[in-house]
């Protein structure tokens, strides 16, 4: 059954349109006061926000729509999408909502939510969610003296901080590293700069203030040609770059080159196997990783398994294959052994691990293998039904049958914006070019 207002990620839209404005906003607490709703005892939730202006409406509108269902809420403020995942877990929430479009421009914005354990909720029980939101919902408004309580957690931030740190090994410090750090004028730009200052590093931030209309743009990890220059100047050891919600990462090295997820699953991968930290020998990616990332652990005898895009999916196929190491090229690694989602800052410190044991350099360390030539094209389609056409079936067929053994070509449409999504790779440059050409040829005449 398609979804009405749920994508690959949450629901996600421009601010104030028909399907994130406050009334629809209110609407979704109802329901999610509704669904959640399971015994006698006081029900709680906890939200969180980045730092777009469209924030605040949205925060009040979820508010009072759970409020009237008798929902008690914590309100957590300005913080990193895997601190709501956490703290709900940890104050024994029953749900978590946290209120984002991760990397999109600061006109989207999006909602997220885990259950009780700080997982993403299920297609399932997304649907479940919409047919409350378009049904007689206000039907179950709870009595006037049931009607639920809002406080502010003062110290979300502070608690988030400790459960970060604690995923660095007391023995080791950064003291020595310098650090330039780009928050993406989202919601780490609090809590990230703590951790790594107070590991010991010397930290020199860049997208730290935050205006309502400035996260993601032209920093933060969809940007990192910024961070990366930032390094160079400053003679910085490494760059950390995360997005506007913190649940991403991609770094850089001391001579500015930028480090993809891929990369970094090839890094924790292969450290991990050689230290007994794998618990299988199975690291989750999506269809979109490089082939570089496939062959360069198949060498070393541990599985590629491929999943759908979109971190719900990747997290499903850890469980399934008991994998604690998986994750995107776009930088959303989960790591399971600390946290049951992706965490941008976590990432980092094991990744700040490593270069301090190995006593390297950075582009002695991140560097893992060679990827496979490949290209990512984007096409303004909002045309669901595009890769259903047989003209387009036949050209994706083709495409791959020039491209043979040692190419790739996949099309999807994007779950988070009105976009087609193609990635082509292949050893052979010339061959890639072809493909890419007679692609961009199709869907731009279309």
């Known amino acids: 059954m398609q979804k009405k207002y749920f994508g690959t990620d949450g629901i996600r839209a421009e601010s104030n349109s028909l399907k994130l404005n406050g009334l629809t906003m209110m609407r979704l607490g109802m329901a999610l006061g509704k ?46 999408t895997p601190g709501v995942a956490m703290l709900a877990k940890s104050m024994r929430a029953d749900f978590g909502v946290m209120i984002s479009a991760s990397h999109n421009q600061y006109s989207d914005n999006g909602i997220k939510l885990f259950d009780k354990n700080g997982n993403k909720l299920s297609d399932q029980i997304e649907l479940e969610i919409e047919k409350l939101m378009d049904s007689n919902v206000e039907d179950y408004l709870v009595s006037p003296d049931k009607i639920g309580r809002a406080k502010r957690l003062e110290d979300a931030n502070a608690r988030y901080i400790e459960f970060q740190k604690n995923t660095f090994p007391k023995k080791i ?17 609090k809590s990230a700069p703590v951790i790594l200052w ?71 991968g292969l450290h991990w196997k050689k230290h007994g930290q794998l618990s299988t020998n199975v690291i989750v990616a999506t269809s979109m990783s490089n082939l570089g990332l496939e062959n360069i652990l ?24 008991n994998a604690n190491v998986g994750g995107e090229q776009s930088g959303h690694i989960i790591l399971k052994d600390f946290i049951d989602t992706g965490d941008g800052m976590i990432t980092a410190l094991q990744i700040l691990r490593i270069l301090i044991e190995k006593n390297q350099k950075a582009s002695k360390t991140l560097d893992v293998f060679d990827p496979i030539p490949q290209k990512l094209l984007n096409f303004n389609l909002n045309d669901s039904n595009i890769l259903k056409k047989d003209e387009t079936v036949s050209l994706l067929d083709d495409c791959q049958k020039i491209l043979g053994i040692d190419g790739r070509i996949f099309a999807r449409m994007s779950g988070t914006e009105p976009l087609l999504r193609v990635m082509i790779e292949c050893k052979n440059a010339s061959i890639l070019d072809t493909v890419i050409k007679q692609v961009d040829s199709y869907f731009t005449n279309l």
Do not use: W
Request: charged letters at 25%; aromatic letters at 4%.
């Open 198 to 268: 107070e590991l010991g590093a010397e930290v020199i931030t860049v997208g730290v203030d935050p205006d309502g209309t400035n996260i993601n743009r032209d920093c933060g990890s969809t940007s990192p040609e910024f961070m990366a220059k930032k390094v160079v100047e400053e003679k910085a050891d490494i760059g950390i770059c995360l997005d506007g919600d913190g649940d991403r990462i991609i770094i850089c090295d001391e001579n500015g080159k930028v480090i993809d997820g891929d990369q970094i699953l090839g890094l924790l």
């Open 35 to 80: 669904f959640f709703t399971n015994g006698e005892h006081r029900h709680r939730v906890v939200i969180g926000k980045d730092t777009r202006l469209s924030g605040y409406m949205i925060e009040q509108a979820i508010t009072s729509g759970l409020l009237s269902m008798g929902i008690d809420v914590l309100l957590l403020g300005p913080i990193p």
């Open 298 to 321: 198949k060498e070393n005898d541990i599985e590629l398994h491929r999943t759908n895009i979109g971190d719900r999916y990747v997290k499903e196929a850890m469980l399934k294959t």
């Open 173 to 189: 410090s950064l003291e020595g590293l310098k650090i330039v750090l780009d928050c993406a004028n989202g919601a780490a730009y």
